[in-house]
């Protein structure tokens, strides 16, 4: 489903990325002990912002890409039954490239 949001200037909406989980002893952890995820997918980004001069910034992350951000970034929103944050892209700590993915997933 496409989402209809264009965020302004610098910011950009992004999706969580639910982590797997994986059980081992068979304890169960409630959906509300679980931290939320600080991994997401950028869905759309705004524009830019714009320097002393007038000239846009462009800005260094797309739609598609996977970010982490921090734990108390952005701010929470709903649309559609669907759960997104809209963040600065300051508040972007790193891009996740496909090394680097499967590189951390090998614990």
């Known amino acids: 489903m496409a989402v209809n949001i264009t965020p302004l200037h ?17 304890i169960i952890i409630p959906d509300t002990a679980k931290e939320k995820p600080q991994e997401g997918e950028v869905i759309a980004v705004g ?5 002393d001069k007038g000239e846009r910034i462009a800005l260094d992350v797309k739609p598609g890409d ?30 996740i490239g496909g090394a680097a993915k499967a590189a951390g ?3």
């Not at 610098?10 to 068979?26: A, F, N, P």
């Not at 524009?47 to 320097?51: P, T, Y």
Request: aromatic residues 6%; glycine residues 10%.
């Open 66 to 95: 996977r970010v982490l951000f921090g734990k108390y970034s952005g701010n929470d929103i709903k649309i559609n039954d669907e759960e997104y944050m809209i963040l600065k892209e300051d508040e972007i700590l790193a891009k």
């Open 47 to 51: 524009a830019g912002k714009l320097n």
């Open 10 to 26: 610098d910011r950009v909406l992004v999706r969580r990325l639910e982590e797997k989980e994986t059980v081992k002893g068979g």
């Open 105 to 107: 997933s090998k614990k």
